[in-house]
């Protein structure tokens, strides 16, 4: 059985720094790329950052690049995503996905696996 299973989310001050998890298990988890993707109240499902098997290749969306950070640890089966300097705007409920692929993908439809979300609030 697939699980990934996030962690990490909570309150915090605009400007300050969170950093996300996610553990997977029950797939070869370095064969897969990894995805972030946030939902906001109100608003459709936006795919943040992603990362191919080895972590070598990462794709962000404009909207946090330069700001959020994507990585990963094959020998933990751990995916992670590093949020600097947050805006109130980043406020959402934040997922992790693996893609049926091995390569970074910003293609929403490529991920199969989705975690339950964690959830952050920025506060101004």
């Known amino acids: 059985q697939v699980q990934l299973l996030e962690s990490g989310g909570g309150l915090v001050q605009a400007g300050t720094s969170l950093r996300l998890s996610c553990v997977v298990s029950?797939?070869?988890?370095?064969?897969?790329?990894m995805g972030w993707f946030r939902q906001a109240p109100g608003k459709e499902r936006e795919l943040l950052a992603s990362a191919g098997g080895s972590g070598a290749n990462t794709m962000y969306a404009n909207s946090v690049k330069g700001r959020f950070t994507i990585s990963r640890d094959n020998a933990k089966n751990t995916a992670y995503l590093e949020m600097n300097n947050l805006e109130p705007e980043d406020t959402a409920v934040y997922y992790c996905?693996?893609?049926?692929?091995?390569?970074?993908?910003?293609?929403?439809?490529?991920?199969?696996?989705w975690g339950r979300g964690t959830q952050v609030i920025v506060t101004s």
């Open positions: 996905a693996a893609s049926k692929d091995p390569w970074a993908t910003m293609g929403s439809r490529e991920y199969q696996y």
């Open positions: 029950g797939l070869n988890f370095g064969s897969k790329g």
